[in-house]
Nanobody
């Protein structure tokens, strides 16, 4: 069962912005952590940002701190990733993932059992 559906990816020039959306199922959103991961060709999957839906508490990878913002609309069961000052190295497929146990402030993919299919982000120089 696919728990999340991502949207909002696309192509942008360096310095530009994009906003990704993740619409989650009720099970995957309530009392859960929702995180964004990314994976570029030939590279390992990297945790980017995490939000705990009950409190709104957030965590960011050092590589995106200050440029990316994760937020949520609780009524819509949707998590957003606002990406500003994009760099070519941000190019990757971005995935939304959710979990309930051991995921608080985690950016480790093993802590998230529910995944979407991803959306592509391409940043040109």
């Amino acid at each position: 069962v696919q728990a999340q559906v991502e949207s909002g990816g696309g192509s942008v020039q360096a310095g530009g912005s994009l906003r990704l959306s993740c619409e989650a199922s009720k099970y995957a959103f309530i009392h859960a952590c929702v995180a964004w991961f990314r994976q570029a060709p030939g590279k390992e999957r990297e945790g980017v940002a995490n939000i705990y839906t009950d409190s709104g508490s957030t965590t960011y990878a050092d590589s995106v701190e200050g440029r990316f913002t994760i937020s949520q609309d609780y009524a819509k069961r949707t998590v957003y990733l606002e990406m500003n000052s994009l760099k070519p190295e941000d190019t990757a497929r971005y995935f939304c993932a959710a979990g309930h146990d051991d995921c608080y402030k985690s950016l480790a993919s093993a802590d998230f059992p529910y995944w979407g299919r991803g959306t592509q982000v391409t940043v040109s120089s």
